[in-house]
């Protein structure tokens, strides 16, 4: 495929070279033979940002057991802490714990208080961390 390229370079290369006689029409052409080209070259490069695809973390897909208060909120089966964060978002939009002016905040309830340390509002990255401290 690659030599398939050079060649069609090779080919479009030579074709404005033997045509120096003629003035404008040729490089107006030129400049449209041009074009497909450059297309073809940017549509395969988000093919090959696909082909690279990332593996999860090990340690992210550990099973975790939540302690006794965080499993009022998301239950008491162990999993892992991707799990445990969807379902504390769950919780959080069903009763509409969000901050309606600043989304960062989250509006603790009597659960989700024991959860975050007696806050009353939490930002959504020091909530990772505070839940953290419940796995284990």
């Known amino acids: 495929m690659a030599t398939a390229k050079k060649a069609a370079k090779k080919t479009a290369a030579k074709k404005p070279a033997a045509k120096k006689g003629a003035a404008k029409k040729p490089a107006a052409k030129k400049a449209a033979a041009k074009k497909p080209v450059a297309k073809k070259a940017a549509a395969k ?11 999860p973390n090990a340690a992210f897909m550990k099973a975790m057991t939540p302690s006794s208060v965080l499993a009022a909120v998301v239950g008491s089966m162990p999993m892992p802490r991707t799990e445990v964060t969807k379902k504390i978002w769950d919780y959080i939009k069903k009763n509409k714990l969000q ?9 603790a309830d009597e659960k989700l208080r024991a959860v975050f340390g007696g806050k009353n509002k939490v930002s959504m990255f020091e909530m990772t961390k505070l839940v953290s401290n419940h796995l284990k």
């Open 99 to 107: 901050d309606a002016v600043n989304k960062r905040l989250i509006n």
């Open 45 to 55: 490069k988000p093919a090959a940002k696909k082909a690279a695809k990332r593996k």
